[in-house]
T-cell receptor, first 113, second 113 residues
């Protein structure tokens, strides 16, 4: 158990809809990272927050947004969903500053029909 | 971030040592080498990391060449449960609290009875 909690585990929704994925980082970790893993793309870095502020951005679509709250949990919002957004979405957390490793949750499997 | 090159797949007999190579010839002085694995769509699991010196923990050993251009992850006694995709990643150590991990395609290790 990595200590990173993601909810829900599974999500099925229709095209055009909006969903919110939630992540609770490990106790003491200030950084939260979001990743997307689809069958043909591998693990893609989306975005990172550190102590409530956006710190790094990867290949995140404009339809997607994220935030980190004062209690350090994070939410990834996906809107105007398309079939191609079906994927596993992972959250990871780390202590402040490298080289502390990232610890990953077990992901949310999103299916868009 | 420096890129890494790994063989796409490897086999190993159960009970034998699994040696997974990684080339990172463009690694910079402030970049660490990290190893993760992913078992069947679970969240990536941290294994080990190092900068210059060889490292060992309860899961594996990491051997980094003196010029730091390559490394080897060693699982001393592979079991069937070690079958997974193994990722070698180089990651910048900085004070900006970014430290995202960029995943490549990894090596699929198949441990056979």
């Amino acid at each position: 158990d990595s200590g990173v909690t993601q909810t829900p585990k599974h999500l099925i929704t229709a095209t055009g809809q909006r969903v919110t994925l939630r992540c609770s980082p490990r106790s003491g970790d200030l950084s939260v990272y979001w990743y997307q893993q689809s069958l043909d793309q591998g693990l893609q870095f989306l975005i990172q927050y550190y102590n409530g502020e956006e710190r790094a951005k990867g290949n995140i679509l404009e339809r997607f947004s994220a935030q980190q709250f004062p209690d350090l949990h994070s939410e990834l919002n996906l809107s105007s969903l398309e079939l191609g957004d079906s994927a596993l979405y992972f959250c990871a957390s780390s202590v402040p500053g490298t080289p502390g490793p990232l610890h990953f949750g077990n992901g949310t499997r999103l299916t868009v029909t | 971030d420096a890129k890494t090159t790994q063989p796409p797949s490897m086999d190993c007999a159960e009970g034998r040592a699994a040696n997974l190579p990684c080339n990172h010839s463009t690694i910079s002085g402030n970049e660490y080498v990290y190893w993760y694995r992913q078992i069947h769509s679970q969240g990536p699991q941290y294994i080990i990391h190092g900068l210059k010196n060889n490292e060992t923990n309860e899961m594996a050993s990491l051997i980094i060449t003196e010029d730091r251009k390559s490394s080897t992850l060693i699982l001393p006694h592979a079991t069937l449960r070690d079958t997974a995709v193994y990722y070698c990643i180089v990651r910048v150590s900085d004070s900006g609290n970014t430290g995202k991990l960029i995943f490549g395609q990894g090596t699929t290790l198949q441990v056979k009875p």
